[in-house]
């Protein structure tokens, strides 16, 4: 079984402040891993993902995450946020050898203030 | 890109209802899934389908069936509308050559 845990409902930070939003997962298997965002009113978007070789992982808007095997974690950040980075975001994990299925975690509200 | 399109935006039903959702895509792709998204729950797959008229169950099937005739459109069906299962679906479709998700903008549904 596989399970992923968001540590943050809500993360509030001003513009152009760094943010970090954080993930941890269980698998008893490699895992691919995976953060969506969903903007308000929207469906969710694939920001970015981890599959195999480098543990930096670079998405689109600047967003970067960072796979942590040892402490079986998936942190997502941005140096710099802008008012138009608010929304949820979701971290996801599917087990390597597993069916099509991916867990999703609670999600995180990130609200980006003037 | 992708397009996956869901036939309501936003659906009133009552309770004991049969309500349909439908949802299509338009890359051929062969998995799609419904989910729910509840506040503080994130996405909870429902039923996913991995080609025509096959279907499996995900992690909250209990009051809902699913249906796909064709390749392109997967339906979730609702037998008898309850109030818990006022929520947002959200459909999506799956390539594995990009390892890739494909979300609809949902379908946010009320039962009264």
């Known amino acids: 079984a596989q399970s992923v845990t968001q540590l943050d409902s809500q993360v509030p930070v001003f513009e152009e402040a760094p943010v970090e939003l954080r993930c941890n997962y269980s698998?008893?298997?490699?895992?691919?891993l995976f953060w969506y965002v969903q903007y308000p009113n929207q469906g969710l978007q694939l920001l970015l993902k981890y599959l195999s070789g480098s543990t930096l992982v670079k998405g689109i808007n600047g967003f970067e995450a960072e796979f942590n095997k040892s402490q079986t974690s998936f942190h997502l950040r941005k140096p710099s946020v802008h008012i138009s980075d608010t929304a949820e975001y979701f971290c996801?994990?599917?087990?390597?050898?597993?069916?099509?299925?991916?867990?999703f975690g609670s999600g995180t509200q990130l609200t980006v203030l003037p | 890109d992708v397009k996956v399109t869901q036939s309501s935006r936003y659906l009133v039903k009552r309770t004991g209802e049969k309500v349909f959702l439908e949802c299509v895509q338009d890359m051929d792709h062969e998995n799609m899934f419904w989910y729910r998204q509840d506040p503080g729950l994130g996405l909870r797959l429902i039923y996913f389908s991995y080609d025509v008229k096959m279907k499996e169950k995900g992690d909250i099937p209990e009051g809902y069936s699913v249906s796909r005739e064709k390749k392109e459109r997967f339906s979730l069906i609702l037998e008898s509308a309850s109030t818990n299962q006022t929520s947002m679906y959200l459909c999506a479709s799956y390539t594995g050559k990009s390892e890739k998700l494909f979300f609809g903008s949902g379908t946010q549904l009320s039962v009264l």
């Open positions: 698998s008893s298997v490699s895992v691919y």
């Open positions: 996801a994990v599917r087990s390597s050898g597993s069916a099509r299925q991916l867990t």
